[in-house]
T-cell receptor
Framework: QKEVEQDPGPLSVPEGAIVSLNCTYSNSAFQYFMWYRQYSRKGPELLMYTYSSGNKEDGRFTAQVDKSSKYISLFIRDSQPSDSATYLCAMISTSYGKLTFGQGTILTVHP | EAQVTQNPRYLITVTGKKLTVTCSQNMNHEYMSWYRQDPGLGLRQIYYSMNVEVTDKGDVPEGYKVSRKEKRNFPLILESPSPNQTSLYFC?????????????FGPGTRLTVT
């Protein structure tokens, strides 16, 4: 079993839709949770970074962490064509210091 | 501008011909790492380095070597490339002190081994 499982998609949504991206994990030692966005032919860039269970909002993006269920989500409101990218969840245990990634979800937002 | 650079960006080579992919960062980060990205598998760590002269294996180290002689540079070496090493490679760096685990990624190197 992989430590981090991410819904593989791909997802195709119309502009303005609410998008939900999800990951589950098995390692209770994970303490920090991140979402990276990767545009075609580019390296991943950090989008959201959370530590505790609950919600963190940044503009149209909301990251949700439920440590009891070992489940994290990224919600995108009012999705735009410029949101079309691959989204990667990632998590880290401070004990190991290694970032573990999900498989990535390809999102396409069409006008 | 704070950045991680990789060279070359694209490389086509033949089985067995040694190659090096360079990585450099200008953020004075202690931690540097190499990943490969394959469809359906996400990013998998190859090697990492916590500081100069300190390197360690990641999840998929077979067939790769690294060195960390200077803080800013972390080259990836394929002594005898094979077709199963055809992949998209990313170098990344982050600080160790300060409690931030945000990694900064380079633009990627697409390697094809025939």
């Amino acid at each position: 079993q992989k430590e981090v499982e991410q819904d593989p998609g791909p997802l195709s949504v119309p502009e303005g839709a609410i998008v939900s991206l999800n990951c589950t994990y098995s390692n209770s030692a994970f303490q920090y949770f991140m979402w990276y966005r990767q545009y075609s032919r580019k390296g991943p860039e950090l989008l959201m970074y959370t530590y505790s269970s609950g919600n963190k909002e940044d503009g149209r993006f909301t990251a949700q962490v439920d440590k009891s269920s070992k489940y994290i989500s990224l919600f995108i409101r009012d999705s735009q064509p410029s949101d079309s990218a691959t989204y990667l969840c990632a998590m880290i245990s401070t004990s190991y210091g290694k970032l573990t990634f999900g498989q990535g979800t390809i999102l396409t937002v069409h006008p | 501008e704070a950045q991680v650079t990789q060279n070359p960006r694209y490389l086509i080579t033949v089985t067995g011909k040694k190659l090096t992919v360079t990585c450099s960062q200008n953020m004075n980060h202690e931690y540097m790492s190499w990943y490969r990205q394959d469809p359906g598998l996400g990013l998998r760590q190859i090697y990492y380095s916590m500081n100069v002269e300190v390197t360690d294996k990641g999840d998929v180290p077979e067939g790769y070597k690294v060195s960390r002689k200077e803080k800013r540079n972390f080259p990836l070496i394929l002594e005898s490339p094979s077709p199963n090493q055809t992949s998209l490679y990313f170098c990344a760096s982050r600080e160790v002190a300060g409690g931030s685990y945000e990694q900064y990624f380079g633009p990627g190197t697409r390697l094809t081994v025939t």
